[in-house]
C-alpha cells in the first residue's frame, strides 16, 4: 500500500483548517507519519503589531506560535505528536519552503468558500495547489469522519492509473467505496450542443460506442483492483460535453465526500489529467479534493 511519510497541514485558525487538522492527524497516525503543522504570518501584520506593541519580531512570532500550540491542542484529535512553525511572509511561498525544508511527500489544507460561492476554493489553496511539489488534499469544512465515498477520473494514461491507485489505497485505509468514471466526449454529443445552443430535440446515447468505453474502462481498473481486493469499486462512462459539469454532476449525484485528481506534470494545476477543466473541478467541487502529482506518488513505497 503506498503511504506518507510526512505531511504538513496549514493553520490560518479557521474552523475549515480545524477540520483538515483532524484529517491530517487520523491519517498520519494510519500511515506512521510525521506531520508538521505551519502557520504563516503576512509581513505587513507583523510590522504593525511591531509598532503597535512595541515588540521585536522573535517576540511576536513566540505569542503566535503559543497560539497556534493552543490551537493544534484545543483542536482535540490526539496531536500530542505534531511539530509546530510560524513562518512570516507570502502564504504559498513559505507553505511550499516549509514542506520542502520538512521533506514533506503531502500538503494539507482546509478549503472554505464565500457566502456567495460556499464551495469555491479559496486563493491561497489554489495557489499551492499550483504550486506545490507534492500531493494535495484539500479538506471541505464539513468533512466529518473518514471519507466514505470516492470518486476518480480515468483519461486511460499512466498518470490517471497512479490516481486510481492511490484513490484505491486511500479507499482501503478508509473503508470507503470507490466509483472510477471517465467522461465521453461523442460527436453526437457535441454536435447537439454546437456554440453552447443545445438542441431540443431528444439526445440519444452512442450505445455501441459507450459499451465500447465501459469495456476499456473496466480492463483499465480491473488490475489495479485485483491488488486492493476488499474495495468495492464502481465503473461508470458517461457521456457528455462539458466535463467538469459530468465530474461535478456525478459527486453531486453519488454523494462523494473526495475527488482523486491526477496531474500531468510539473507545471501545476493546469496540466490535471482533464486539461485545463480541472482547475474548474477543483475550484467548485461540493466535497474534498485529493490532488495526486505523478513525479511524487512514484517514490511512495508499495
Not at 480515468?154 to 484513490?167: G, L, M, P, T
Not at 485545463?276 to 467541487?285: C, G, L
Request: aromatic share 6%; proline share 3%; glycine share 4%.
Amino acid at each position: 500500500m503506498k503511504t506518507y511519510t510526512h505531511a504538513v497541514i496549514a493553520i490560518d485558525f479557521t474552523p475549515s483548517c480545524r477540520t483538515a487538522l483532524r484529517h491530517a492527524v487520523r491519517l498520519a497516525s494510519q500511515w506512521g507519519a510525521a506531520i508538521t503543522a505551519v502557520h504563516v504570518m503576512d509581513e505587513f501584520l507583523v510590522h504593525e503589531l511591531k509598532r503597535a506593541l512595541a515588540a521585536d519580531q522573535a517576540t511576536i512570532r513566540a505569542e503566535w506560535l503559543a497560539r497556534l500550540t493552543r490551537f493544534v491542542e484545543e483542536t482535540d484529535a490526539g496531536s500530542g505528536h505534531v511539530s509546530m512553525e510560524v513562518r512570516i511572509g507570502s502564504a504559498d511561498t513559505e507553505l511550499m519552503e516549509a514542506c520542502l525544508v520538512a521533506g514533506a511527500d503531502l500538503l494539507i489544507m482546509g478549503a472554505r468558500g464565500s457566502r456567495e460561492e460556499p464551495h469555491r476554493v479559496g486563493v491561497i489553496a489554489a495557489k499551492c495547489v499550483r504550486k506545490a511539489p507534492m500531493d494535495v488534499l484539500l479538506v471541505r469544512e464539513d468533512a466529518e469522519g473518514p471519507f466514505k465515498h470516492l470518486v476518480t477520473c480515468v483519461d486511460f494514461s499512466e498518470n490517471s492509473k497512479k490516481a486510481v491507485q492511490i484513490a484505491l489505497n486511500f479507499a482501503e485505509l478508509e473503508k470507503a467505496t470507490l466509483d472510477c468514471i471517465h467522461v465521453y466526449q461523442s460527436a453526437f454529443m457535441m454536435s447537439m450542443d454546437y456554440g453552447g445552443m443545445a438542441a431540443s430535440m431528444p439526445i440519444s446515447a452512442d450505445v455501441h460506442a459507450l459499451e465500447s468505453w465501459e469495456s476499456e474502462l473496466s480492463d483499465f481498473v480491473r488490475p489495479l483492483k485485483e491488488k486492493v481486493p476488499t474495495v468495492t469499486v464502481q465503473t461508470s462512462v458517461i457521456e457528455r460535453v462539458n466535463i467538469r459539469e459530468a465530474v461535478l454532476d456525478h459527486v453531486k449525484e453519488s454523494h462523494a465526500d473526495l475527488v482523486v485528481l491526477g496531474t500531468r506534470g510539473k507545471s501545476g494545476l493546469r496540466e490535471l489529467l482533464m486539461g485545463t477543466t480541472a482547475e474548474r473541478i477543483v475550484a467548485h467541487a461540493p466535497c474534498s479534493v485529493f490532488v495526486i502529482k505523478p513525479f511524487l506518488t512514484e517514490s511512495l513505497s508499495s
